[in-house]
């Protein structure tokens, strides 16, 4: 484990360090991401890799972000892990389906406008104008002009996958028990979709790399047993989201548009030698920005309901957009830890798991601003019934060895009031990821959190949220 100061606080806070992961074959993620000769932001270029490069992945080094790879000419290097992925990158249009590539960048906007199509034509203007210095500031681009304004009055979103089943989810997990047992080669690539799925931490003791993580894997999945329901208050998917979802994910869910609009890069003439602002850069490092673009803001253009879930049943509902900003960071790094923050992304937690820090607990769980009793939230279009949720209870035992967990707790929630739970939540206890580091002062915590949706009578999985003890 290493300590870092996170930007604008006086505070330490503890990275947890993974065990390496297996070399494995992983696609590149974007346009020209940068290989570097180290596992940091200010390591020398040694090339740049465009989307769809097939590399092998040689190790991660989770504590700093960066993996060590190698790609299919022999070279080696570090990248960011964020931009490798363990399927290829494919284009799709507003049906979801595969579209193909048009060698004409503005052609291709107009074809199908979606911000895949603006960046790629935003790169070719800067391929255009390679003498002007990364941060600009480059020629007005009338055709880009009307690109960002045509996003910005809304277009329609693929539909999203659907939910994991549970019941199907169980059966995965009996094939790959049984996968392993015949030491089949794609039992790793079975556990790596499945850990995904019930979004279980990427962490020794789910290590779909090893067999003994495979196995607690399947195991959790195989001992939890959810009560059966009718249909109720959800009839189909396209009324509720996860709390992960994005604007555009949201909105091709309940059939919405969403919009995108963009801000543009200051001038450098604006940024000064010490600004620190995303529109600045070291002296000899890229800045951060897409040709004239600094940052992406998605949104829908009506909005939904946001219900945050109180694990005593309360209900607090608000209109919400899901308006979102992402910095368009293009050829410079992110910020190492960039939007961490320790504890659960849309719950509270308890004492337990925030003594892993010490005596930096208080200050590290000040920086979490889920309300107190929170337990999860969700996005929906239908109205919720006044007054809190029925909640019944369950708690079981677990066996640690096939496991990981010693506990776990079952929370139904009946949010119409008609006798039929609407959501699960399934509360894991065990050793969490942050202890795996220090197991002579490990402690069980209450660390994960599954969350299964009524849909029409099946058990879906609608998210996860698991104790973040490090970027």
């Not at 329901?229 to 998917?237: G, K």
Request: aromatic letters at 8%; glycine letters at 8%.
């Amino acid at each position: 484990m290493r300590m870092i100061a996170l930007a604008g606080m006086a505070l330490l806070i503890p990275i947890v360090q993974a065990a390496p992961a297996a070399p494995a074959q992983r696609w590149v993620d974007g346009g020209d991401v940068i290989l570097r000769a180290g596992p940091q932001s200010d390591a020398a270029a040694v090339a740049r890799l465009p989307r769809n490069s097939v590399v092998t992945l040689v190790r991660e080094e989770s504590a700093v972000g960066y993996c060590a790879i190698r790609t299919a000419d022999g070279m080696a290097g570090y990248t960011a892990c964020r931009y490798l992925m363990r399927a290829p990158v494919i284009a799709v249009d507003a049906q979801g389906k595969p579209r193909p590539q048009e060698p004409d960048p503005e052609r291709a906007f107009w074809l199908q406008p979606d911000w895949s199509n603006l960046e790629r034509y935003a790169q070719s203007l800067r391929d255009r104008n390679l003498r002007i210095k990364q941060q600009g500031p480059f020629p007005r681009s009338e055709a880009l002009e009307k690109m960002k304004a045509h996003l910005a009055l809304g277009m329609h979103a693929a539909k999203p996958a659907p939910f994991a089943d549970w019941a199907e989810l169980k059966r995965t997990a009996l094939r790959l028990r049984a996968q392993d047992k015949a030491g089949a080669k794609q039992a790793w690539e079975m556990a790596a979709d499945l850990r995904e799925k019930v979004g279980l931490a990427p962490n020794e003791l789910y290590n779909s790399d090893d067999a003994a993580g495979r196995r607690r894997l399947s195991g959790v999945i195989g001992a939890l047993e959810f009560s059966a329901v009718t249909p109720s208050l959800f009839r189909s998917e396209a009324q509720v989201a996860p709390p992960s979802s994005s604007a555009e994910q949201a909105g091709g869910r309940f059939g919405i548009k969403f919009r995108q609009l963009v801000k543009p890069r200051p001038k450098p003439a604006q940024v000064s030698e010490d600004d620190e602002s995303p529109g600045d850069a070291s002296p000899g490092e890229a800045s951060p920005g897409l040709y004239d673009m600094l940052n992406r803001t998605d949104a829908l253009v009506r909005p939904v309901h946001r219900v945050q879930l109180d694990r005593d049943g309360t209900l607090r509902v608000q209109p919400s957009l899901i308006r979102k900003t992402e910095t368009l960071w293009g050829d410079a790094d992110a910020p190492e830890c960039k939007g961490w923050v320790p504890g659960f992304a849309y719950g509270a937690a308890d004492a337990g798991p925030w003594r892993f820090f010490g005596h930096l607990a208080a200050a590290n769980k000040k920086e979490n601003t889920q309300p107190p009793g929170s337990l999860f939230a969700f996005y929906t279009t239908l109205d919720q019934a006044p007054g809190p949720a029925r909640v019944s209870e369950a708690r079981m035992t677990l066996e640690r060895a096939r496991t990981g967990f010693v506990k776990g707790t079952h929370l139904y929630y009946d949010l119409n009031a008609d006798g039929i739970a609407d959501l699960a939540v399934w509360e894991g206890e065990g050793k969490g990821p942050g202890d795996i580091v220090r197991p002579t002062t490990a402690t069980d915590d209450r660390w994960y959190r599954l969350v299964l949706v009524n849909i029409n009578g099946a058990w879906k999985v609608l998210g996860s949220d698991y104790f973040s003890y490090g970027c």
